[in-house]
């Protein structure tokens, strides 16, 4: 079993004295612990932790992975207004609908969660270049790319619709031949059906990616695919260029549609896969939070529906049954087992051969995002051998991961492995 896990230095700037000794104690538990085989290490943060971190692994066999985000929240980058993602309303960044009410106050700002369009390719040349600083500056043995895809529902409904910008429009008119502002119109009268997401289409949808989309966007979002990949083709590329291994951190399979995220187009481009399967946290990708902006979404919407059958469908659909409020779901989070589900229906797709899938799933306490209990991390780490994945990440880091859970992995990993 390969384990991963997340580092965010960024943590310690407040930290005047010893950072290499908490580093060093941390670094050194993971790996008595849980045998920790790689750190993904954030790109923000003080060169010299980063350094330390890049030593300390290279000393007790961990891989290190440069953690990178390229569509939002770069570091020591503000995006231009204009390289923002647009919705058909011509709105940038976010949308209203069903929009997550923290976004903004998260992590103190830090975390802004708006996205850039994937073909803005002025704007990802200077990403681009601060990558490739980042990586050489360090001696990592990978990258670990992030926040690669378009806004999901929690940035606001709307934004699964985007992008309409100029550079989209010419780059669709060229693969496509067709004019985008034929589908800028199709969206729009898409909100102004009066029926628009009848029960009956949520009943019968096979994926949350068809109740979401008609089919007359079907062409968009195979251009949004390409888009997606294209940027992590080039990122991915570089890395590869330097002898690094590529990981990618992706929605989990049942949300990846909504945000243009192909698991087999991109597995093309790496070496290995998270899909982000949080069952209990509610900030962004987490499916307590982007199910609870879709369900909202789909209410305001269309007002004739009811949560139970929305809420039924979506079930259905994930095979896990989702609680019966929109408070509970935030609360309660949904059943583990879903990962059982998301790992089997990735197992099914027609990745690169070679590839691992590496299921991501929260080990954290913190109140206002996810509290695992070891009950909880039981039967994560169930599901996770249940589908005998070959590796995990345990999410998100190790400087404020708790002792207990860490301690009940060890013991769970010595009785589940030789
Ligand atoms: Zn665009």
Not at 7 to 28: F, M, N, P, Q, Y
Not at 105 to 116: I, Q, V
Not at 232 to 259: C, I, N, P, R, W
Not at 382 to 395: H, L, T
Request: with cysteine.
């Amino acid at each position: 079993m390969w384990v991963g896990t997340q580092i965010d230095t960024t943590k310690l700037e407040h930290i005047k004295a010893d950072r290499k000794g908490i580093l060093e104690e941390k670094v050194s538990l993971a790996k008595q612990s849980v045998g920790l085989d790689a750190l993904l290490i954030w790109a923000h943060g003080d060169p010299q932790s980063i350094d330390t971190l890049c030593e300390l692994c290279a000393g007790m066999g961990i891989e290190t992975y440069l953690w990178y985000p390229i569509l939002a929240d770069i570091p020591d980058f503000e995006i231009p207004k204009s390289a923002k993602v647009v919705n058909h309303e011509g709105r940038r960044g976010y949308g209203e609908i069903g929009r997550w009410q923290r976004l903004g106050t998260y992590a103190s700002g830090r975390e802004k969660f708006e996205f850039l369009c994937p073909n803005s390719e002025e704007t990802i040349s200077q990403i681009f270049n601060l990558y490739k600083n980042q990586l050489n500056r360090h001696d990592f043995d990978g990258v670990f790319l992030d926040r690669i895809r378009y806004p999901s529902a929690a940035m606001g409904f709307e934004m699964l619709f985007s992008c309409f910008c100029d550079n989209c429009k010419r780059m669709f008119k060229q693969q496509f031949n067709m004019d985008l502002q034929n589908l800028r119109s199709a969206v729009e009268a898409h909100f102004g059906k009066r029926d628009i997401y009848s029960i009956d289409l949520i009943k019968n949808a096979g994926s949350i990616h068809e109740i979401l989309y008609p089919e007359v966007m079907g062409n968009f979002l195979i251009f949004k695919n390409r888009s997606v990949y294209k940027v992590v083709k080039k990122f991915s590329d570089y890395a590869k260029t330097k002898g690094k291994k590529v990981g990618l951190d992706l929605f989990s399979h049942s949300l990846a549609g909504a945000v243009s995220q192909d698991y087999e187009l991109l597995s093309t481009a790496c070496d290995w896969i998270k899909p982000m399967i949080y069952c209990h946290s509610t900030g962004p990708a987490g499916f307590p939070l982007e199910l609870h902006s879709i369900i909202h979404s789909l209410l305001t919407l269309n007002r004739d529906l009811k949560l139970e059958g929305v809420a039924a469908g979506l079930s259905d659909i994930l095979k896990v049954k989702l609680p019966e409020t929109l408070n509970l779901l935030m609360t309660n989070g949904i059943p583990e087992e879903l990962i059982f589900y998301e790992i089997k229906n990735i197992n099914m797709l027609n990745l690169k051969s070679g590839v691992d899938i590496y299921p991501g799933f929260e080990v954290m306490k913190m109140d206002d995002l996810c509290v695992i209990t070891e009950k909880i991390l039981g039967s994560y780490l169930d599901n996770v051998f249940a589908q005998k994945a070959k590796g995990m990440v345990m999410s998100w880091d190790l400087l404020d991961m708790p002792a207990e859970n860490l301690d009940f992995t060890k013991r769970y990993l010595r009785e589940h492995t030789g």
